[in-house]
């Protein structure tokens, strides 16, 4: 796989799993334990993992070139998402667990109601931690469109992705396409943007004058 490929599947991988997780969950009438469960959540989790790889992508992409401003902007903004990712991992595995675990929807409740009485696992896990994977995709997207790097539609797009999502989970197709329009383009703009660091300090380095020598020296 080339490089190309592989940045353009980093960006693509997320939003469309997202989607296929949507979808799955539409033809799951009683979301309960079974097929459509697990297959669902192995793609969510799957876009999950790859939104990571999306945000690493943003920071190296907002951070290069820049000072240490926009440097520690960008790293804070992946550190939130990360830490968003994870919560979100979390929630998505403790699902697949009690779908393993139980018969049927009632039985997935009491479990549910189980590990959401423990003292913080529910803002760490099922609202605040999650969200974060979204404020961080958010912030680092809008860094990206202040730097003239990206389209100032882009963030507005993501935003908007992932507010039809946060309506009802039955517009998480939508949401995930969203996601897509706003982010699968941007391989080729971030290979065409700018060069990495370490192309840039080569670029900074001097020439070496060259060598005057006088008439005749090397006779």
């Known amino acids: 796989m080339t490089n190309a490929t592989r940045q353009w599947a980093s960006y693509t991988v997320g939003p469309l799993c997202m989607t296929l997780y949507g979808v799955i969950r539409l033809t799951d009438a009683?979301?309960?334990p079974g097929l459509s469960w697990s297959l669902g959540?192995?793609?969510?989790?799957?876009?999950?993992?790859?939104?990571?790889?999306?945000?690493?992508?943003?920071?190296?992409w907002?951070?290069?070139?820049?000072?240490?401003?926009?440097?520690?902007?960008?790293?804070?903004?992946?550190?939130?998402?990360?830490?968003?990712?994870?919560?979100?991992?979390?929630q998505t595995v403790i699902d697949l667990v009690i779908g393993f675990l139980c018969a049927d929807?009632?039985?997935?409740?009491?479990?549910?109601?189980?590990?959401?009485?423990?003292?913080?696992?529910?803002?760490?896990?099922?609202?605040?931690?999650?969200s974060l994977?979204?404020?961080?995709?958010?912030?680092?997207?809008?860094?990206?469109?202040?730097?003239r790097r990206i389209e100032v539609w882009r963030p507005l797009v993501v935003v908007a992705g992932i507010a039809v999502a946060a309506v009802s989970l039955d517009l998480?197709?939508?949401?995930?396409?969203?996601?897509?329009?706003?982010l699968a383009p941007l391989d080729r703009r971030q290979r065409l943007s700018i060069p990495d660091a370490g192309r840039e300090r080569r670029h900074e380095l001097p020439h070496a004058a060259p060598e005057h020598r006088p008439a005749g020296a090397d006779r």
């Open 105 to 130: 929807r009632g039985a997935m409740d009491v479990l549910f109601e189980e590990v959401r009485s423990h003292p913080g696992v529910t803002p760490a896990v099922y609202t605040v931690g999650p």
């Open 172 to 182: 998480l197709p939508l949401g995930g396409l969203l996601l897509l329009l706003a």
């Open 30 to 32: 009683d979301h309960g």
């Open 133 to 147: 994977l979204y404020v961080g995709l958010v912030l680092l997207t809008a860094q990206l469109a202040a730097m």
């Open 62 to 90: 907002a951070g290069a070139g820049r000072g240490p401003v926009a440097r520690r902007f960008a790293g804070t903004a992946t550190v939130v998402g990360v830490l968003g990712a994870a919560a979100a991992a979390a």
């Open 41 to 60: 959540h192995l793609a969510l989790l799957v876009s999950v993992s790859a939104f990571v790889t999306v945000m690493w992508r943003l920071r190296r």
